[in-house]
């Protein structure tokens, strides 16, 4: 292939929804080790660096919305997909019944009522401060696993997680009126000292975190809890088109090459398709698409269902709760089945923008460690 390195990720996000990306050519493969070969010279930019997307960097005003804008090569057809998918994206739900029809369905337990509460502006998320309630950070639940049975599900990767078996996987510290929330965040931040090689002594906090207010009983005695902030929406259709080889090219699960990382690639069962798949999102890959995430996302988080991710079953000891989401389920799934889709198209053509001050963040940085 002689098309230039941009065009090969473009190519692939073309592809992305139908088919996972092709496995690259000798030439290909030639042509993208040079392009991210590590740099050795730090005196002046490397000569992709500045777009980081390729062709699909936007070269719009870097400002507050620098995030959220569409691949800059998009056609015609594809910004339109975007734009449905940016508006539910951003689309604040309400709890059924509802006057807006087509925005109702919200809970009735959930962390939040948009995609966009969490990923602001597509950027981040960040923890809450002293006494705020947490939006963009959420807590993941799970216990040890209790049988072998179990214990198999989780070793073949056909499980990500046991969940916790009446909150789930994830505390919901949000819901509708009439029912209880799951519970609250709490953290408490206790003082480590830390001794540095020149003799001073750093005090850090160390952050602790529990459930507050239960709302459905104690938890599990065993429960683990994993806190999660909401990462930046950028760059999800790039990652989704690296061929499956060149990730698990780069695992070295052993530290064989002795350079203090070893890097596994996370192997997630794709319960649509029937398969092992590559995990590429979230913090711990546990999601092979974005159309995956973007699922779990609408049912975990704000309460919608779709064929992808048919809700929790409700596994709980209160008859309110478990009522409350079947309720909804059956209200909503058909529209949401449809949200799914438009809003994988928003996800997976958002952007990168261009890296800023290319020429003067780096010969700074170097010469601070140096
Ligand atoms: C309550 C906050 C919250 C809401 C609401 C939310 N997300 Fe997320 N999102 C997260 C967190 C936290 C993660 C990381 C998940 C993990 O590591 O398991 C994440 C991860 C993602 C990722 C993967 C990012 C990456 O870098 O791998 C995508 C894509 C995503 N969310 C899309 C969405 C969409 C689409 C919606 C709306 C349907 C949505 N999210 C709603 C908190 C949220």
Known sequence: MTLPFAWGLVAGL?????????????ADAV?????????????VPEAFERNAGGAATSLATPNA?????????LSFERQLDFHVGNGIFRKLWVS???????????GPLHNARSC???????????PPREGERAVSMLLALSVPPRSDDEGQRLAEGRARVMAEPVYGAQLQNYSVQGVSAEGRIGIAHEE??????????????????????????????????????????????LIEAIPEAD???LADPDDEDGDGISGRASRVWDAEEGRFALGRFGWK?????????????????????????????????????????????????????????????????????PRRRTRRSIPSCARRSG
């Open 285 to 353: 890959a546990g999601a092979a698409t974005v159309a995956e995430q973007t699922a779990r996302a609408f049912s975990g988080d704000i309460g919608l269902s779709s064929h992808r991710a048919p809700g929790l079953a409700p596994r709980s000891r209160s008859p309110g709760r478990a009522a409350g989401r079947r309720g909804t389920l059956r209200s909503i799934s058909r529209r949401s089945r449809r949200c799914t889709w438009e809003r994988t198209e928003g996800v997976s053509v958002r952007s990168s923008p």
């Open 31 to 43: 042509r993208v080790a040079e392009v991210t070969r590590p740099a050795t010279d730090f005196s």
């Open 96 to 106: 059924a019944p509802a006057s807006t029809k087509s925005s109702d369905g919200l």
């Open 247 to 249: 990730i698990l090219a």
């Open 192 to 237: 480590r000292s830390v001794s540095l090689s020149g003799g001073a002594t750093l005090q850090l906090l160390h952050p602790r975190y529990s459930v507050l207010d239960p709302g459905y009983g104690p938890l599990d005695p065993e429960v683990m809890l994993s806190p999660r902030v909401a990462p930046q929406m950028i760059g999800m259709g």
């Open 116 to 126: 966009q509460s969490c990923h602001i502006k597509d950027g981040r998320g960040r």
């Open 65 to 73: 919305n620098a995030f959220s804008h569409p691949s800059a090569n």
């Open 14 to 26: 073309v592809y992305l929804s139908v088919e996972p990306a092709a496995a690259r050519d000798a």
